[in-house]
């Protein structure tokens, strides 16, 4: 069977002709694209004479491999090629920090869903058969699924070196204090699907050279590259990665998924392959959010001081480190939340099972902390006595104040702000008491569940914090490329970097800052891939950060560049300026003198001219935390934000209604005011997933629901109005006092929306998403 | 199997189908259509949201051979040769796109709304818009969207 038609419009160059610099809400450049249908999604690429792959998944949680027979699957008509690990022609083992992950299984398999074998053939359906023809023989072993018999020592070790992939200890202050009064509690987070709309997918392209052409979706191409080299046993610069659209990400997109298969298909086929997860693949395709045991101690004065916390959280990893140990520092970094205490203790641990990998999602480690910490604190305005809000206040974070790694937080933390702005926000009235109120604002909505007897109404507070940017020591930093030639007559201005844009929005922030910076209209933002230096990973909340800030550094580079001709070539003609070493200043696309006299037009000066400048941007560097204390100085910014969650419950049902979000931030500077309240909302919406809707269910380590049937995501009848307030407390170490945005707006999200469930029910409610039966059996 | 069907008011015939093919897969990779997504393929997204014969439906669900002879009309077929369409140009200004992945699918969905309500409540755009998924937005940029092409159609007359 062969494809006809068309091939689907690659994505070239972006450009918005007129537009606007920083601050401002910049229209998407490729906002077009997207609302006609014209965007090319990586799920939407075309070759001539392409081939389909599929995947060839293990049903076992763990197992043996004892034989795979591909020769039913070859006999099938149209089918190409059909690989197993024995063809991975480089590394058959791969990983962003341990290198662990299978390529293709052998010996034994670790998780339910796990690669086999993949199959090329002209038609999706043909791989899809074929890829279900291969005979495995498997023999079957016992699941490691319980995260603390993991680490216990008396399980059976699912990689050499134990199943402790990471423990993290932080000793912080005097560890004998005792308190006044002291509150426990036990947490628990079930594990959270990033769900991203637009499946895992790509095209690989032989090359002439023996390289490979790829365009897919991912968060950190030259990551993908690195490792799909040493995968594929090629150079580095043999595999050539361009970004295709991409649907979303939230850390889905960290790892490798189908990156390798589709490049060894293509290798071996010589024929371009394309390669589309299903949703029900792509639930097994990618990691997640690591569920998590947390176990708490708060010591408190009567007044509600903290005076300790002690914490031991167990995360479970699953089957392959991902990204595992820089969620667990993280969990461990953020576990006291924004409140300054004098003692800490803290153990994070993060688990190897047998259950599917967990890795990075949006808040990576600081979401699961803080629905236990602020559980705690709710428990403890409880038990003193004390209005929740005031006991935050009383403790709140501020400039100055150290972190339990003993790092001092050098800019702006309004943490008492945030608390004081949503607690004046006004409230919504009660539904039933609004002029003709529709059934579908109670809790179970259109499917008519009550008509408000037994609906209780709650409000509930919660604080977030989590670090931007890469921690303990990594180089982060990202390269952009910058130029500056006349087109038609007018300064045209080229950006290009590799980082990629997942939705988020970077790519119009970088069009704003080359504006802003060289004064120009027109700029054209080139697509991300390998051709220039690493951007480093679309997460971290840090693109618009050390982007913005490699951006921002090309610009003035290509500025100064500029103007230091202007002198060289102008500057006789203005002896004096020379004479005091002034300079000439770039104003709005022309050059002027230092008394804003006009020198001469960018077109005029620059003539046929290109200007380039490829610079690099790092961060702050940060240092390791010591294995022993915890103590260090791990991160370089820090990114706050708080919720008020108003819910409606009803305890008949156990069904919650989410009546109105509020929202503040300090984002340091809003540089694109809409894009910024668009991941706030967006952030707030999946921590409302995580507070009552979202877990994938694994159950003796098979995964029960992978599909949006099963899996259910906030539909626009679960998300209500966000009411948001946006600080702007500008960081004096970042590019034009930014703060990273994406990630905060999660964190509180789903620890307000359950405080508010307990305070309309008065149950304890101690584990996430909490589901009706937590409510109606305890009621 | 061959297919005559007309796609954004043109005659189409395509040959070689696959009878289990769905007609979201016929648009996307044998029409070159890809505006229509693929986000779940079980009905449950939206996000492959088209119109046969002036009616809303999941393109996933849909075999090929159910639009012989049928009109469809795409989210490629809504803009005119120089403007967007009104509900396009409003998500675009409400700031409603970000990864885009479920806004063809948004877009579809709104024109049928507004086609049938030109002037919808907050609960009845909610209703019409449950059964889209999108994982970006939190949906307050979406419910702007809707209600900022309501007013503009409004006050045009077209709807
Ligand atoms: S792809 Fe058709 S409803 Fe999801
Ligand atoms: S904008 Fe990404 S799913 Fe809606």
């Known amino acids: 069977m062969s494809n006809s038609t068309l091939p689907t419009k690659q994505r070239d160059h972006i450009s918005t002709p007129v537009s606007a610099g920083l601050g401002e809400s910049v229209a998407r450049p490729d906002g077009t694209l997207k609302v006609t249908g014209d965007f090319a999604f990586s799920s939407d690429l075309w070759a001539e004479g392409m081939l389909w792959a599929s995947t060839l998944r293990s049903p076992h949680p763990h197992a043996r491999i004892k034989s795979i027979n591909i020769a039913p699957a070859l006999k099938i008509n149209g089918v190409s090629a059909v690989l197993t690990h024995d063809d991975v022609p480089g590394a058959k083992l791969y990983g962003l920090e341990i290198i662990d992950q299978p390529v293709l299984a052998f010996d034994t398999i670790r998780f339910h869903g796990e690669a086999i074998a993949i199959v090329a053939a002209d038609h999706p359906e043909t791989a899809k058969r074929a890829a279900q023809a291969i005979i495995v023989e498997y023999e079957i072993l016992e699941p490691v699924i319980d995260p603390d018999f993991a680490i216990s020592g008396k399980a059976p070790v699912i990689h050499t070196g134990g199943n402790i992939t990471r423990h993290v200890p932080i000793l912080f202050g005097p560890q004998d204090l005792t308190a006044d009064v002291v509150v426990k509690g036990e947490y628990e987070v079930g594990m959270q699907d990033q769900a991203p709309l ?51 990400a939230f850390g889905a997109r960290e790892d490798l998924s189908m990156q390798a298969h589709v490049s060894l298909l293509a290798m071996r086929t010589g024929k371009p392959v394309k390669i589309v997860y299903s949703r029900e693949e792509s639930f097994f395709g990618h990691v997640h959010r690591h569920p998590g045991k947390l176990r708490y101690e708060h010591g408190v004065t009567k007044e509600g001081k903290l005076v300790y916390v002690k914490a031991t959280i167990v995360l479970d990893g699953g089957a392959y480190a991902s990204s595992s140990p820089a969620v667990c520092a993280n969990a461990a970094c953020f576990a006291v939340g924004p409140y300054e205490v004098e003692s800490a203790t803290i153990n994070s641990y993060v688990a190897y099972t047998n259950n599917p990998p967990c890795g990075a999602m949006r808040g990576f480690g600081a979401v699961q902390t803080a629905f236990a910490y602020e559980s705690q604190m709710d428990k403890i305005a409880e038990v003193l006595g004390m209005d929740p809000i005031d006991l935050r206040l009383k403790n709140a974070m501020s400039r100055n104040s150290l972190m339990p790694t003993g790092q001092p937080i050098d800019s702006a933390a309004p943490v008492a702000e945030i608390l004081e702005k949503l607690r004046a926000m006004p409230l919504p009235p009660l539904t039933s008491t609004t002029e003709g109120f529709d059934i579908i604002e109670l809790p179970g909505g259109a499917s008519n569940a009550t008509h408000g007897e037994g609906v209780r109404r709650g409000i509930g507070y919660a604080l977030g914090v989590k670090n931007v940017g890469f921690s303990e020591g990594f180089d982060d930093y990202s390269t952009a490329k910058v130029s500056l030639q006349i087109i038609n007559g007018e300064p045209v201005v080229e950006v290009h970097t590799a980082a990629a844009e997942v939705g988020q929005g970077l790519v119009t922030l970088k069009g704003q800052i080359a504006r802003t910076e060289l004064g120009v209209q027109r700029v054209v933002v080139h697509v991300s891939d390998t051709q220039v230096g690493s951007a480093g990973s679309t997460s971290a909340s840090r693109q618009s950060y050390v982007t913005g ?40 696309g022309e050059i002027r003198d230092g008394n804003g006299t006009l020198v001469s037009s960018l077109a005029d000066l620059v003539q046929d001219r290109i200007f ?17 204390t915890g103590q260090g100085l791990p991160h370089t910014q820090f990114a706050f934000a708080g919720h008020r969650a108003v819910v409606d419950v009803d305890i008949e049902t156990g069904l919650v209604k989410v009546i109105e979000m509020a929202t503040v931030q300090d984002v340091g500077k809003a540089l694109n005011p809409q894009a910024i309240e668009g991941q706030i909302e967006g952030g707030t919406a999946q921590g409302l997933g995580l507070a009552i809707l979202e877990e994938i269910q694994v159950v003796n380590g098979k995964v029960k629901n992978p599909s949006f049937t099963d899996y259910l995501i906030p539909t626009v009848l679960d998300m209500p109005p966000v009411r948001s307030i946006i600080l702007e407390y500008a960081d004096e170490h970042a590019p034009y006092g930014l703060r990273g945005v994406g990630e905060a707006p999660t964190i509180s999200s789903t620890p307000a929306i359950v405080s508010a469930i307990r305070a309309a029910t008065g149950l304890a409610l101690t584990r996430v998403p909490v589901r009706p039966e937590h409510i109606t059996s305890t009621m | 199997m061959r297919l005559t069907c007309t796609v954004n008011g043109k005659t189409e015939v395509i040959d070689d189908i696959w009878p289990g093919e769905s007609l979201l897969y016929v648009l996307r990779e044998r029409m070159g259509l890809p505006g229509a997504k693929n986000a779940c393929e079980q009905g449950e997204c939206g996000s492959c949201s ?110």
């Open chain 1, 198 to 248: 637009g499946p895992e997918s790509g095209l690989a392209i032989p090359a002439e050279d023996g390289g490979i052409d790829l365009y897919l979706s991912t968060q950190w191409l030259h990551v993908d590259r690195g490792q799909l080299a040493t995968v594929l046993g090629l150079p580095p610069e043999k595999v050539r990665l361009t970004l295709a659209g991409v649907g979303g």
């Open chain 1, 549 to 588: 800030g490699a951006v921002m550094t090309a610009c003035k580079a290509v500025r100064d560049e500029i103007l230091l001709f202007a002198m060289e070539k102008l500057g006789h003609l203005h002896p004096h300026l020379l004479h005091f070493r002034a300079t000439y200043l770039l104003v709005d």
């Open chain 1, 612 to 628: 380039e400048c490829t610079r690099e941007y790092r961060h702050r560097p940060t240092t390791p935390i010591d294995p022993i």
């Open chain 2, 50 to 159: 088209v119109h046969i014969d002036g009616v809303l439906v999941c393109a996933c669900l849909v075999a090929a051979g159910q639009v012989e002879g049928a009109q469809i009309q795409t989210v490629e077929g809504l803009a005119g040769a120089t403007e967007l369409h009104p509900v396009q140009q409003a998500y675009l200004d409400a700031g409603a796109v970000q990864c885009g992945f479920c806004t063809p699918g948004l877009i579809v969905a709104t024109v049928d709304l507004l086609d049938k309500n030109s002037d919808p409540t907050d609960n009845e755009i909610r209703e019409a818009l449950a059964g889209n998924l999108c994982r970006c937005t939190g949906y307050a940029k979406i419910l702007d969207a809707v209600r900022l092409a309501a007013a503009r159609l409004e006050k045009t007359g077209k709807a």
